[in-house]
């Protein structure tokens, strides 16, 4: 949090001097009191309050004072706004190592599980496009606010085929990159990729993840998978390992100026997909809350006058 105004916090260094000479004051009227013949009869009739309610207004009168200064200070807090015409296209792999089992149930089911649980947190201002693919892609939705589609292509993907991340890239590239303003910039966009394994056809990711950095297009790559993931192939089953491929991911995510992420369970891939859902599509801008704290030492200085009048001494 910042202040636009620090200046006045340099009220709050009279707290302290306040708090003493409240004690003081108690004191000294203690030791000036009158004395009078029944004092002891009363003393013994009067109702007894709690030692907590002596400094209950006190606190409250303090902690209102506390937040008026603060609100003179005009604390600033930083909020996640949504972007205007902000979009993502989130791609997902679908070649045949996506079979594999060490991320239950399958590597691909948890991809779909996590996909869906992208597009429910994401704004709803966010328009998101999709892509999937195997040794070519295979299914392209256009970036819109509907999700439907989306959701439609996610729970028909299957595992088959290579593996085509920078031909995928690509073609989220092409339609992010359609996407230009009255200025002839590109709408603010990002791209989600999932894959399990390296490249094995098609052309370099790592080309299609510089022209992401000259667009201002970061791309965020999830490695999906443990290095001792295997599928069977073959009419005996054969054991074929697929281990994932981080380290290509993270170069694409380096080069275009996204960030890298590896992930070995369907939770954690849903924590990453959960977190990168809340962050696309808004940016982060400073709003001033000084209202809050004014209605904050309010309710405290309105609370320490009901205190007050409520619990003033009186006889029984």
Same mark, same amino acid.
């Given at each position: 949090?910042?202040?636009?105004? /620090?200046?006045?916090?340099?009220?709050?260094?009279?707290?302290?001097?306040?708090?003493?000479?409240?004690?003081?004051?108690?004191?000294?009227?203690?030791?000036?009191?009158?004395?009078?013949?029944?004092?002891?009869?009363?003393?013994?009739?009067?109702?007894?309050?709690?030692?907590?309610?002596?400094?209950?207004?006190?606190?409250?009168?303090?902690?209102?004072?506390?937040? !008026?200064?603060?609100?003179?200070?005009? /604390?600033?807090?930083?909020?996640?706004?949504?972007?205007?015409?902000?979009?993502?296209?989130?791609?997902?792999?679908? !070649?045949?190592?996506?079979?594999?089992?060490?991320?239950?149930?399958?590597?691909?089911?948890?991809?779909?599980?996590?996909?869906?649980?992208?597009?429910?947190?994401?704004?709803?201002?966010?328009?998101?496009?999709?892509?999937?693919?195997?040794?070519?892609?295979?299914?392209?939705?256009?970036?819109?606010?509907?999700?439907?589609?989306?959701?439609?292509?996610?729970?028909?993907?299957?595992?088959?085929?290579?593996?085509?991340?920078?031909?995928?890239?690509?073609?989220?590239?092409?339609?992010?990159?359609?996407?230009?303003?009255?200025?002839?910039?590109?709408?603010?966009?990002?791209?989600?990729?999932?894959?399990?394994?390296?490249?094995?056809?098609?052309? !370099?990711?790592?080309?299609?993840?510089?022209?992401?950095?000259?667009?201002?297009?970061?791309?965020?790559?999830?490695?999906?998978?443990?290095?001792?993931?295997?599928?069977?192939?073959?009419?005996?089953?054969?054991?074929? /390992?697929?281990?994932?491929?981080?380290?290509?991911?993270?170069?694409?995510?380096?080069? !275009?100026?996204?960030?890298?992420?590896?992930?070995?369970?369907?939770?954690?891939?849903?924590?990453?997909?959960?977190?990168?859902?809340?962050?696309?599509?808004?940016?982060?801008?400073?709003?001033?809350?000084?209202?809050?704290?004014?209605?904050?030492?309010?309710?405290?200085?309105?609370?320490?006058?009901?205190?007050?009048?409520?619990?003033?001494?009186?006889?029984?």
């Amino acid at each position: 949090m910042t202040f636009v105004a /620090p200046g006045f916090l340099a009220a709050l260094l009279l707290l302290p001097f306040l708090a003493g000479a409240y004690l003081f004051a108690r004191r000294r009227r203690r030791r000036y009191a009158v004395r009078y013949p029944a004092t002891a009869l009363v003393a013994a009739v009067a109702v007894q309050a709690p030692k907590w309610r002596r400094w209950l207004v006190p606190a409250l009168l303090a902690g209102a004072g506390i937040a !008026s200064v603060l609100a003179l200070a005009r /604390p600033q807090a930083t909020v996640a706004v949504p972007v205007e015409r902000a979009s993502v296209m989130l791609i997902t792999d679908a !070649s045949g190592s996506m079979e594999a089992t060490d991320v239950a149930p399958t590597r691909l089911q948890a991809a779909r599980a996590a996909g869906e649980r992208f597009l429910d947190r994401v704004p709803e201002s966010l328009m998101v496009g999709f892509v999937s693919y195997s040794t070519a892609p295979l299914t392209l939705v256009e970036p819109s606010l509907d999700r439907v589609p989306i959701r439609s292509a996610l729970s028909a993907l299957q595992a088959e085929g290579g593996t085509a991340t920078g031909d995928a890239l690509r073609a989220a590239l092409d339609r992010l990159a359609a996407r230009r303003g009255k200025d002839g910039r590109v709408a603010p966009a990002a791209v989600v990729l999932l894959s399990d394994g390296k490249t094995t056809s098609g052309s !370099s990711p790592l080309t299609a993840a510089r022209r992401a950095e000259s667009l201002g297009i970061p791309v965020h790559t999830v490695a999906l998978g443990t290095p001792n993931g295997v599928v069977f192939n073959g009419p005996f089953g054969s054991r074929i /390992p697929v281990p994932p491929d981080p380290r290509s991911l993270r170069q694409i995510a380096e080069l !275009s100026g996204g960030r890298a992420f590896r992930v070995e369970d369907s939770d954690e891939l849903d924590r990453v997909y959960e977190s990168l859902g809340s962050r696309i599509g808004t940016r982060e801008q400073r709003r001033e809350v000084s209202s809050m704290f004014a209605g904050g030492g309010l309710v405290l200085l309105l609370a320490a006058v009901a205190a007050g009048l409520r619990w003033r001494p009186r006889l029984p």
